[in-house]
């Protein structure tokens, strides 16, 4: 019998230790488990008192909003309102339990977010919207194309001029192993020939890397301006004109 007295003693001493070491979490679990098992007062006990030691603003919402689901579960809405409205004051970004929740539930959640957001609004709290800038315009590069024109045919310039460059190197040898005068001079016209057309497309195809180089880096104007290549022959080369 002594035995017996002791164990209940001991387990009387034990649960407001227990009670004691839950954390806040806790309780709001606690609470919502008593919901789901439609224990709305024993719900209620465990909020008001999770309540009473002013938790933090999260925790305090959720609790607002349990107490909102039970006081609609008593056809209570004006309480209902009310505590909703509290909820979404500490947290704007509160959201209803689903599984909790009847679709009148529901309804009136969404009646008392807009009832207070027209609140805020009334006493000018509402933080002024902000001003996002628009991303900068990418830029255009309307020589690409162009460019790649250009380097396309400086290469076969540059291919060709080496072309006569080997024909040139050629000509010289056979006019120097030429057993007559005229063979001899022919050869030596083509060489001179050769040499002049090489060194021509080799300037062009330089010029021609170039303007295209220039033309694959070169942005457009705001009127959709494209850059005009003019290339002239010279004296011993090509002279190339780029305009923006």
């Known amino acids: 019998m002594v035995a017996a007295i002791a164990l209940v003693a001991a387990l009387v001493a034990a649960a407001p230790q227990r009670a004691a070491s839950l ?10 488990a008593a919901l789901e098992n439609f224990r709305d007062a024993d719900a209620k006990a465990v909020l008001v008192g999770l309540l009473h030691h002013a ?32 909820a979404l004051a500490l ?27 027209r609140e805020v609004v009334a006493q ?20 690409r194309m162009a460019s790649y024109w250009v380097l ?38 083509r060489f001179t020939r050769d040499g002049i057309l090489a060194d021509v497309l080799y300037g062009v195809g330089g010029v021609g890397a170039v303007v295209a180089l220039v033309l694959f880096f070169a942005p457009g104007g705001d009127r959709g301006e494209r850059p005009s290549v003019t290339v002239a022959p ?11």
Do not use: C, W
């Open 23 to 32: 954390t806040p979490s806790d309780r709001l679990d606690q609470a919502e």
């Open 55 to 86: 938790p933090q603003a999260r925790v305090a919402a959720r609790a607002h909003l349990f107490l909102g689901i039970i006081a609609f579960n008593d056809y209570d809405t004006t309480t209902a309102r009310a505590e909703f409205k509290q």
């Open 91 to 117: 947290d704007p970004g509160l959201d209803l339990p689903i599984r909790l929740v009847s679709p009148k539930v529901s309804l009136l959640f969404a009646e008392a977010r807009r009832d207070l957001f």
């Open 124 to 143: 000018g709290d509402v933080p002024p919207p902000a001003v996002l800038e628009a991303p900068a315009a990418p830029t255009k590069y309307p020589g």
């Open 152 to 189: 396309g045919g400086a290469a076969v310039a540059a291919g060709v001029g080496a072309y006569f460059g080997v024909d040139q190197t050629n000509a010289l040898s056979e006019a120097r192993a030429a057993t007559d005068s005229g063979t001899g001079i022919a050869d030596l016209n």
């Open 234 to 244: 010279t004296a011993g080369g090509a002279m190339a004109t780029v305009a923006f």
